[in-house]
Each structure stands twice: as C-alpha cells, then as structure tokens.
T-cell receptor, first 112, second 110 residues
C-alpha cells in the first residue's frame, strides 16, 4: 500500500512552458485534492475532486487545470507556467465521511 | 472565511523539554487535523481530532470545539521532533477543504 504518490519530486520550468504534475493513490479514496505551499505559509487549496468525473475549484485555482478520469489518478496541469507558480505542490486524498486526509510527498516546482 | 491562528510562531526547546502548541479557529469546525512537516518537507499526519483528547506516544492533542481551540502537547522532546506543526480545519459537514494555519516552527536542540 503506497498511499499517495506524486511525480516528479522536483521540476524546473521556463515561463510559458506547460507540464502535468501526477498524483495517484491506492487507497480507493473518493476525494482527492491539490494544495500549494508557499514559503512561511500553510497550504492553500487549488482544485479538488469528490469522485471520477467531478472536479471543482478551491481557493487559488487560476492558472491550473485538473481532470479525474479514474478513482486512482488526479493530475494537475499548468498550461503556461508563470514565476508566481513557483511553489511546493501537495496532493491529498480521503474517504468520504472519515475526514482524515493523507498527503503525498510533494513536488517542488521552480518557474524561471 | 474561517481563520486559523497558531501560536507560538516559533519555538526553541532543549531536548527533553515539554511544549504546548495552540490552534485557535474562528468558527465551528467539522474536522481538525494536526500535521508535522519534517525538515525534508513531508507532511505527516499526527492526529485527526475534531473533539476530545487523543494520545500517541509522547504526543497528545485536545480539541475543545465549543471554545474553538485545539492544543498539541509534546513531551520529552527529541531532535527528530523539529519541523513545522500545522493545524488544519474543515468548517462544515460535507466539505473537504482543509484551511491551514501558518504553523509553529519547532527547533529542538541537543
């Protein structure tokens, strides 16, 4: 049972490039989400999904797209990277009704 | 939206000392979690504690939901306890959005 996994661990992009951050979980959790963490701050919600085919925006969704075609995977896409998107990105999952969320190891993204 | 305030923002302890970290929140919550972010950046679940008291080894937590605060106790601190401790809450039933505090940075020195 690997829990929540994220790839890559580190990524450097140039302004304007696109990329996809991968997130997968093997706990059969319905709920998955993406957060970003900026220096000296807690995490802020970007997008979330309550099940396959259902996604919604969180607190800071601009510049990011998501889709959920399977229960296991929840990729985060940056269509045109900007320096303001330099951050550490965390994926999380949980089961409905239980509440406790589990986080992946994070992806450290730098946009130059 | 809901406000989550953690105190103190920074804490330096001698190894073996005890400490109490506090989390205040501005509204009723349906979920409260404590996390430890270690120096490598990994977020580790400590407690899921919307109310009541729980203990896990040297760590324990108490949430008094009616008074809108939670406390995390660390006893006999070790250098491996260093890192940032986050409190995060979910305000209403059926929501899954965690709102995080800014954290307490703990440094345990030998």
């Amino acid at each position: 049972n690997a829990g929540v996994t994220q790839t890559p661990k580190f990524q450097v992009l140039k302004t304007g490039q696109s990329m996809t951050l991968q997130c997968a979980q093997d706990m059969n959790h319905e709920y998955m989400s993406w957060y970003r963490q900026d220096p000296g701050m807690g995490l802020r919600l970007i997008h979330y999904s309550v099940g396959a085919g259902i996604t919604d925006q969180g607190e800071v969704p601009n510049g990011y797209n998501v889709s959920r075609s399977t229960t296991e995977d929840f990729p985060l896409r940056l269509l045109s990277a900007a320096p303001s998107q330099t951050s550490v990105y965390f994926c999380a999952s949980s089961q409905p009704g239980v509440g406790e969320q589990y986080f992946g190891p994070g992806t450290r993204l730098t946009v130059t | 939206g809901i406000q989550v305030e953690q105190s103190p923002p920074d804490l330096i302890l001698q190894e073996g000392a005890n400490s109490t970290l506090r989390c205040n929140f501005s509204d009723s919550v349906n979920n409260l979690q404590w996390f430890h972010q270690n120096p490598w950046g990994q977020l580790i679940n400590l407690f899921y504690i919307p109310s009541g008291t729980k203990q896990n080894g040297r760590l324990s937590a108490t949430t008094v939901a009616t008074e809108r605060y939670s406390l995390l106790y660390i006893s006999s601190s070790q250098t491996t306890d260093s890192g940032v401790y986050f409190c995060a809450v979910i305000m209403r039933a059926g929501s899954y959005q965690l709102t995080f505090g800014k954290g307490t940075k703990l440094s345990v020195i030998p």
